[in-house]
């Protein structure tokens, strides 16, 4: 009778196996699914976002026209708010080169101990949002949060430019 019972608590556990494994399975990949849902971003949930957008000057646009690292940056801005996050995947070399150079070829004009924080805001906000944007576990109201913070740092850079540019052209008559 041993050996009738280990054949049946054999194949009993071989069932229970089987069947655990296989819903273990099916619960993966729904989890992944839903996460994936989760964390779609698209154009519609960017533009709710509620923030003060700051363009460039005419004087900014002309004074910065050959910043290439800027017109980068600035497509890259264009693609999030797309919802395009895709610029972020596997891409760390790429966005630590980009970011190397942006602080390295400031123009003249606009090279300033305050131009150069707001950089390095967007820069500590650009490493966020790619981080971010890689978990799997961020959820998407997380991910918007951290656009809005990258959108915000952007928008500040531009603003600060503007204003270096319109102080720098102001001229003072001393009585």
Same mark, same amino acid.
């Given at each position: 009778?041993k050996?009738?019972h280990?054949?049946i608590l $054999?194949? *009993?556990? +071989?069932?229970?196996l089987c $069947?655990?494994c296989?819903?273990?399975q ?7 699914t839903?996460q994936?849902?989760?964390?779609e971003i698209t154009e519609k949930d960017i533009s709710?976002i509620?923030?003060?957008e700051y363009a460039l000057?005419?004087?900014?646009e002309d004074?910065?026209e050959?910043w290439?690292?800027?017109?980068? %940056?600035?497509d +890259?801005?264009?693609?999030v708010k797309k919802?395009?996050?895709?610029? $972020? ?5 790429? *966005?630590?080169?980009l &970011?190397?150079? %942006?602080?390295?070829?400031i123009?003249e004009?606009?090279?300033s101990a305050s131009i150069?924080?707001?950089? %390095?805001v967007?820069e500590?906000k650009l490493?966020? %949002?790619?981080?971010l944007?890689n ?6 109201e997380? &991910?918007?949060?951290?656009?809005k913070?990258? +959108?915000?740092?952007?928008?500040? &850079?531009?603003m600060?430019?503007n204003k270096k540019?319109? $102080?720098?052209?102001?001229s003072?008559?001393?009585?």
């Amino acid at each position: 009778m041993k050996p009738m019972h280990n054949k049946i608590l $054999f194949v *009993i556990s +071989l069932f229970i196996l089987c $069947f655990s494994c296989k819903k273990t399975q099916e619960n993966t990949s729904a989890d992944a699914t839903e996460q994936s849902i989760r964390q779609e971003i698209t154009e519609k949930d960017i533009s709710k976002i509620k923030y003060v957008e700051y363009a460039l000057d005419l004087k900014t646009e002309d004074t910065i026209e050959d910043w290439v690292e800027y017109s980068q %940056l600035q497509d +890259l801005i264009t693609d999030v708010k797309k919802g395009d996050l895709s610029f $972020f995947n596997d891409n760390k070399t790429v *966005i630590k080169l980009l &970011l190397k150079e %942006l602080k390295s070829n400031i123009p003249e004009q606009v090279n300033s101990a305050s131009i150069t924080a707001r950089i %390095l805001v967007l820069e500590t906000k650009l490493y966020k %949002l790619e981080s971010l944007s890689n978990l799997s576990t961020t959820s998407k109201e997380e &991910l918007i949060a951290v656009i809005k913070e990258f +959108l915000v740092s952007f928008s500040n &850079l531009n603003m600060q430019m503007n204003k270096k540019i319109e $102080f720098d052209s102001r001229s003072i008559e001393k009585p």
